[in-house]
């Protein structure tokens, strides 16, 4: 890996009107060998202008890229556009995943990166010591918890926040894998994609964030979507196990 890689970061995005120029403009700012792409679902409150916008301004001039979608296609699908947009860009070495609500702190981004000198794939974790979260609620904070190892025990899975969005990977590691069997399209991608990089092999570290809960916008996780993901898990497992036969 290159002592200075470069670096795209993705994020998917619905109704981040309120986020969404800030966290760009900290992204570019802070890191100045990365590039962003915002992948937004034809959100109604105008997120995608304020990137238009934005890919306007001299200083993000060849910086920032939009993925406008039709509709609300969902978490997972915007990732895999994602990175086969950076796949199709030959100059990344690199991808960072993230949210656009500031849980995740753009500060965070230069360390993961330097990191890949070391292995394959950096997880930002709550759930490793110096990690943490902050504004949850008990309830939420349970949730999480049992969700995160509920999949380790199911899918054998070594790392300690599985359900971790906030993730930068080698080049060489999303060339590796074939999205078409990828059957998550909402919030349980993130556990079936890194499902997919145990099983070939790829080496992981985490490093410890503190997920701080958004100050504007609302969440697009609901308890619902929670329990939706938490279902497929064992659907991962059981197609694994299939294919091995």
């Not at 709550?126 to 309830?139: A, L, P, V």
Request: hydrophobic fraction near 40%; charged fraction near 25%; aromatic fraction near 10%.
């Amino acid at each position: 890996m290159n002592s200075k890689p470069n670096i795209l970061v993705i994020t998917a995005t619905y109704n981040e009107a309120q986020n969404i120029s800030a966290i760009i403009e900290q992204v570019l700012i802070q890191n100045h060998n990365a590039d962003m792409l915002v992948i937004d679902d034809n959100s109604p409150d105008g997120t995608s202008g304020i990137v238009s916008d934005l890919i306007d301004r001299k200083e993000f001039n060849g910086r920032l890229y939009l993925i406008s979608r039709p509709s609300k296609l969902g978490y997972g699908t915007a990732f895999i556009e994602g990175f086969s947009f950076g796949i199709s860009n030959k100059k990344y070495d690199c991808f960072v995943s993230m949210d656009a609500d500031f849980s995740h702190d753009p500060s965070y981004i230069k360390t993961m990166a330097d990191k890949l000198n070391d292995c394959d794939i950096i997880i930002g974790s709550r759930y490793i010591k110096g990690g943490g979260t902050r504004n949850w609620g008990i309830h939420r904070r349970i949730l999480s918890r049992f969700a995160n190892l509920y999949s380790r025990l199911i899918l054998g899975m070594k790392v300690a926040d599985c359900t971790s969005g906030f993730r930068c990977y080698r080049r060489n590691v999303i060339e590796s894998i074939d999205f078409k069997n990828i059957t998550s399209t909402g919030y349980s991608f993130l556990e079936e994609l890194i499902y997919l990089c145990k099983l070939k092999r790829f080496t992981m570290q985490e490093i410890p964030i503190i997920f701080v809960d958004r100050k504007l916008g609302k969440s697009k996780i609901c308890r619902k979507e929670i329990f939706k993901a938490m279902a497929n898990v064992p659907l991962m497992r059981l197609k694994e196990l299939l294919r091995s036969k």
